[in-house]
Nanobody, 127 residues
């Protein structure tokens, strides 16, 4: 059974950095695209960053592409997101997700393309 467990996040000062990690348990991590989404109260989950299963190809939302990095370690079954220069627009719950389809659609930005989700991690930015 697949399980995604997140760590990191918390309280960050404006202008600071945030590092989130997602640990995947279960088979075939290296065959699926992974992504991070963010969600603020009463809004739908919004794509932030995605990474392909093998060659490290990445895709970012325009709002974070210049200050965010997604990476994965297929040997350790983890995916990590580093975000720098946080602003008051960044606070949210952040979720990691695994793509629904094996070896395809790694760069989909819709939440329906992902069927396994982490528990969510809150990030709060202080001024």
């Amino acid at each position: 059974q697949v399980q995604l467990v997140q760590s990191g996040g918390g309280l960050v000062q404006a202008g600071g950095s945030l590092r989130l990690t997602c640990a995947h348990s279960g088979p075939s991590f290296g065959h699926y695209g992974m992504a991070w989404f963010r969600q603020v109260e009463r809004k739908e989950r919004e794509f932030v960053a995605g990474i392909k299963w093998d060659d490290g190809a990445t895709k970012y939302a325009d709002s974070v592409k210049d200050r965010s990095t997604i990476s994965r370690d297929n040997a350790k079954n983890t995916v990590t997101r580093q975000m720098n220069y946080l602003t008051p627009d960044d606070p949210a719950f952040y979720f990691c997700a695994r793509a629904r389809h094996v070896l395809s659609r790694w760069n989909s930005t819709g939440s329906a393309s992902y069927n396994y989700w982490g528990q969510g991690t809150q990030a709060t930015v202080t001024s």
